[in-house]
């Protein structure tokens, strides 16, 4: 399982994929480029304190769902061994996005490449 993403005219799509629906509670992410202050990849953050967790799952390797840490809301959608990528929001309810993907370099490439045109367009 895992995350589809895509850009799509100027909005970033993340559609967890299989029982990740269920278990993120949420069926599709829609956030505007304009909303994106940056993504990258982070393999270092699967071992960082996640904040508490409501509504989602944490087992043991996956965290699915909303977690609240130092007053920020994140979604988490990663299963061990996938890569993690942290997506930075702005005036979005989510503060960041960290979504496991298989090809971190090439999603963070698109979502940055995709922020910098917005700006020489």
């Known amino acids: 399982m ?34 994106i202050d940056g993504a990258s990849e982070d393999p270092g953050i699967l071992d960082d304190t996640k904040g508490l967790r409501s509504p989602g799952l944490h087992t043991p390797g996956k965290w699915a769902g909303t977690f609240t840490q130092h007053g920020e809301k994140i979604f988490w959608n990663v299963t061990r061994p996938e890569h993690p990528i ?15 993907v298989n090809n971190p370099r090439e999603i963070v490439d698109q979502i940055n490449n995709a922020i910098t045109q917005r700006y020489t367009n």
């Open 86 to 100: 942290v997506i930075q929001l702005n005036n979005e309810d989510y503060a960041r996005l960290v979504i496991g």
């Open 2 to 35: 895992g995350n589809k993403i895509a850009i799509v005219a100027n909005t970033l799509e993340i559609e967890p994929e299989g029982l990740d629906k269920f278990w993120s509670f949420k069926g599709k992410l829609e956030v505007p480029i304009d909303h």
